[in-house]
């Protein structure tokens, strides 16, 4: 009579599969991606932009879209918000498809959105621009004036007289004031001074680390690799490269090859 049967292999703990929470026992899932975007295809009138874009963003991530100007990326956020819908293709948020929904809807939904060229009210002072994109939640005037100190000096002064650091913060600032679960920054170190983009970036790295997901648009490299844990690299509208910022980081070669003016 042989001996007893071999215990079962027990997955190591970075290999085994995650079970949530209440389900039965043998029954895995795997959590879904906070934003998934499938295959999208934008133009802006007979001109295609986007030809087939994928990207994913899981809760708790800075992933980065990189690439050289005019390559598609600040499209990508668009037809995201739905300021520029795809014409074919998904936007997932939350496992809700929002292909195609009014921008105000998708901000609603919980996606905070700062433009390129960031549009605050420039009439309007730097409270007014706050106190206008209350939604209520963790986010209020003080915790964001804790974020950008600066701001907290400047509450009486109209947008239009800020400098453009200032704007960028004021920005940043009243898009966490509708209280975000994503948020979309579209090139927010472009025309900074190198001190303040430094700056920016020590700001968005502690909102990183208060556990907000955000999908940063950039041509800085030096920048987003400091930032991202995952990036796509774009390149004539479609996804040239996916991986690990390290990755990226790590390969002075592929960084030259796909970014490398």
């Known amino acids: 009579m042989g001996g007893p049967d071999p215990a079962p292999h027990t997955p190591h703990r970075s290999d085994a599969p995650r079970r949530s929470r209440g ?7 795997v959590s879904a991606p906070l934003l998934e975007v499938r295959e999208i295809h934008t133009a802006y009138g007979l001109s295609r932009v986007l030809f087939g874009v994928s990207i994913e963003v899981n809760a708790g991530e800075c992933v980065c879209l990189l ?14 918000m739905g300021l520029t819908p795809p014409q074919s ?46 939604r209520g939640g963790r986010w209020t005037t003080e915790r964001v004036f804790d974020l950008f100190p600066a701001l907290r000096q400047l509450t009486g002064r109209n947008g239009g007289y ?63 690799l400091r930032l991202a844990d995952r990036v796509y690299v774009l390149e004539k509208g479609a996804i040239r490269f996916s991986g690990t910022a390290a990755a990226l980081r790590d390969n002075e070669a592929l960084r030259h090859e796909l970014l490398a003016l």
Not at 23 to 29: E, S, V
Not at 67 to 80: E, F, L
Not at 100 to 126: K, M, Q
Not at 181 to 205: K, N
């Open 162 to 224: 800020l400098s453009g650091g200032e704007q960028q913060m004021l920005t940043i600032a009243r898009t966490l004031m509708g209280n975000p679960e994503l948020l979309l920054l579209d090139e927010p170190s472009e025309g900074l001074a190198p001190l303040i983009v430094d700056h920016l970036r020590e700001q968005i790295a502690r909102l990183k680390a208060a556990g907000l997901t955000i999908l940063l648009s950039e041509q800085n490299t030096e920048f987003s």
């Open 23 to 29: 389900a039965p026992r043998g029954c895995h899932t």
């Open 89 to 134: 293709g998904r936007v997932t948020f939350k496992g809700v498809d929002i292909t195609g929904w009014e921008s105000y809807r998708v901000a609603r939904a919980g996606i905070g959105f700062v433009p390129e060229d960031r549009r605050i009210f420039a009439d309007l002072t730097v409270w007014e621009n706050l106190d206008v994109a209350q």
């Open 67 to 80: 690439g050289r100007n005019g390559v598609g990326k600040s499209t990508t956020m668009r037809s995201i």
